[in-house]
């Protein structure tokens, strides 16, 4: 498995899979997503993918399983989520069922026996689950942590440094397996700052579009010729348009007064919008960016 992350060089493209809820796509990787991600699976820490909104933190956790060949599980995070929320949960409705019901023993009625594995849970210790892992390991994607208040990286400290989760009602911990590997990343839109006993436990990478704005139309630019090598999109006819439609994704990020950030989903679903006109005018573009690009809260 390390052979395959020291062998990726600046500009490799990796082609993703339809994974746990994501769409296929595919992400081009540059020095920097290179040595964070080496960075983090040689420390065996999480990845912490920092920057604004529509760069891809989180598609790069779909590309990081598809170099790993791993499988994806992903736990989206918001404001009122808990530390149990991502370890395991309580099905209380199905043994209050069986109490009713009368077909089940004390023992067969213990709480451990509805206890029901969350992300974490499925994706440190995957055996004897309904999905068991067919692959060697799994990539965690704990997205958007930002949103909850600072208790929750804080009570995540302890999992993330063990790779165990102690439950109450449970005789042993669940420990990760010694075969089975784990690659953890985590999104932050820097809603708020995170505890910085939570930054010591982390590889970070900062996702930003350059401030400079040929070098950000560039970036895009350089997206889109990923997505036509592995025949996600069509190329357009014409390089003028496509430079233009990351033109307009630039500015709009770049508006001071702008309280939504347009990245590169909207630039490529312009780009395939356009791809549906034989001859798109250019009232056709501006229609196109007025309800694709220019969006606001």
Not at 42 to 62: H, M, T, Y
Not at 197 to 224: G, H, S, T
Request: aromatic share 6%; with cysteine; hydrophobic share 40%.
């Amino acid at each position: 498995m390390s052979n395959k992350l020291l062998a990726l060089e600046a500009g490799y493209i990796i082609k993703t899979e339809a994974l746990d809820g994501w769409p296929k796509s595919c992400y081009r990787l540059d020095g920097e997503h290179i040595g964070a991600i080496q960075a983090a699976y040689f420390a065996n820490r999480p990845l912490l993918v920092r920057g604004d909104p529509g760069l891809g933190k989180s598609q790069l956790a779909l590309a990081i399983a598809a170099i790993l060949d791993f499988d994806l599980i992903t736990s989206p995070i918001h404001y009122n989520t808990t530390i149990e929320d991502l370890l395991y949960s309580i099905d209380h409705l199905q043994r209050l069922h069986d109490v009713q019901a009368n077909n089940k023993t004390p023992e067969q009625l213990a709480i451990k026996n509805y206890v029901k594995p969350g992300k974490v849970w499925q994706a440190i210790a995957p055996e004897n689950q309904s999905k068991p892992c067919k692959k060697e390991g799994r990539v965690l994607l704990i997205d958007e942590i930002d949103k909850a208040d600072s208790t929750l990286p804080n009570a995540l400290l302890e999992v993330l440094n063990n790779k165990s989760i102690t439950i109450p009602h449970m005789d042993v911990p669940i420990t990760q397996k010694a075969d089975h590997q784990v690659f953890i990343v985590i999104t932050s839109n820097e809603e708020r700052l995170l505890p910085e006993a939570f930054l010591r436990r982390c590889a970070i990478l900062d996702l930003r579009l350059p401030k400079d704005k040929n070098q950000a139309v560039e970036q895009l630019i350089c997206i889109y010729q990923a997505h036509c090598e592995k025949e996600l999109i069509i190329p357009l006819d014409k390089d003028e348009t496509v430079n233009a439609i990351a033109t307009w994704v630039v500015e709009q990020r770049q508006k001071q007064d702008a309280n939504y950030q347009s990245g590169t989903s909207e630039f490529l679903d312009v780009i395939k919008a356009v791809n549906q006109y034989k001859q798109p005018t250019e009232a056709v573009l501006q229609t196109l960016k007025k309800h694709l690009i220019d969006k606001y809260q």
